[in-house]
């Protein structure tokens, strides 16, 4: 939950009976969740992007697609493409996952310097490796400068998914 801190003036928490229970986060003048068209911006390219907005995903992800309309290259896509393909084990610690990153990280900005991380995912098929980079999204009459995941999303519903910690 540390990544909630920064919303504090925007978000509350409720309880009942004042014995401890679970936080229920809700905005106080937005809910965000469905799909939404919003924007993504990368180097003075604009692009319109249908976005699932979901408060289960932790960080942000835009399709290939889209990271090709906003200018980045076929071969960081490629490079994207094989970190995917790389088996993780489901028992990895905690500090083999950090070197992991580290090397990936080194490697893959040495080759494209617009690669900001490359971190590991964790759901519930498992570990997926995905490089970041910076963009900014455009939504409700917000801009907000984040750092999404390039993935493949060719077979789902939307090519950008807004996880919690980009919802304004």
Partial sequence: MK???KFNENWVSTTTS??????????KDKIYYGVHDIFVIRDNKRVKVK????????TSSIDFS?????GLSDEL??????LDSIDIPRNIKK???KEVEKLYTLDLKRKFPEVTSVQMSKSSSGFSV???VKVKIEYFGKVLETEVNLRDRAGLSCEMLVGLKDMI
């Fill in 51 to 58: 976005a699932k907005f979901d408060t289960g995903a932790r």
């Fill in 130 to 132: 995905r490089a970041y």
């Fill in 77 to 82: 896509l490629d490079e994207c493409k094989n």
């Fill in 95 to 97: 500090s083999e996952q």
């Fill in 66 to 70: 889209v990271a090709k309309k906003l």
């Fill in 3 to 5: 990544h909630l801190r």
């Fill in 18 to 27: 004042g014995e401890p229970v679970e936080y229920d986060y809700t905005s």
